[in-house]
């Protein structure tokens, strides 16, 4: 006598769909990137891409075929976490000639920490930073050629400074000190496991107006 064919069950057909899925060169590249971007924030750059594939349910070489060496899979998450969330407003919003330093600097901080303050973006840098520096490397030099000789220069422009000359290290240091002080906010989150601000507009512009002040004590001008 044949055995009877058991039956499947529900649950065992939309698991069957789902394995069977095929996927877009795009959405599939997409699927590792995003899959790696969790991975990498929850276990460090260090973490294998074997385990990266068993996570997202591929196999390890399908994972290789889009992103032919860890390295390049570690650049595209730089690609999509840090230079993807980077605008160009942001850099207008401080060029501006007709809006004050203070308001700019807290136009620009209050949205640069919206986009920034994630577990994703706070903890890939510190990981990339205590493994090999490339990511803090990359986005540092961003910061330094694009934001912190705006907010200097804007800062000697409100004090009735001369404009040109070298930036000097406690200028650098005194814009790092406001910076920093942000992206803390995210450290205590995302690394310590701290609660955040419950009013986080309001420490921005506290640190914004903070920053101004002990700038005319440390720097003089005409203001």
Do not use: C
Not at 11 to 33: C, F, M, N, P, W
Not at 116 to 132: A, H
Not at 165 to 191: C, S
Not at 194 to 209: F, K, S
Request: aromatic share 10%; no cysteine.
């Amino acid at each position: 006598m044949r055995a009877r064919t058991k039956e499947p069950t529900p649950d065992a057909v939309k698991k069957e769909g789902k394995v069977r899925q095929r996927l877009s060169t795009q959405e599939r590249e997409q699927q590792i990137l995003q899959g790696a971007i969790k991975f990498f924030s929850e276990r460090g750059l260090e973490g294998q891409t074997r385990d990266l594939a068993k996570d997202i349910g591929i196999t390890h070489p399908l994972l290789y075929h889009y992103f032919p060496t860890k390295q390049a899979l570690i650049d595209r998450v730089y690609q999509e976490v840090y230079l993807g969330r980077w605008k160009r407003e942001w850099e207008t919003w401080l060029d501006e000639k007709d809006t004050g330093l203070e308001e700019k600097l807290a136009r620009f901080y209050l949205d640069y920490a919206a986009t920034i303050l994630t577990p994703e973006w706070v903890r890939i840098l510190v990981f990339s930073g205590l493994n090999d520096g490339s990511i803090p490397d990359k986005y540092l030099g961003l910061l330094k050629q694009k934001l912190f000789p705006r907010i200097v220069t804007e800062t000697r422009k409100h004090l009735g400074l001369p404009l040109r000359g070298k930036i000097t290290e406690r200028e650098n240091e005194h814009a790092w000190g406001l910076h920093g002080g942000i992206f803390y906010i995210g450290i205590r989150q995302w690394v310590y496991n701290l609660p955040g601000p419950e009013n986080l507009t309001e420490v921005i512009q506290d640190r914004v107006h903070a920053y101004i002040v002990a700038a005319q004590e440390m720097f003089g001008g005409d203001k």
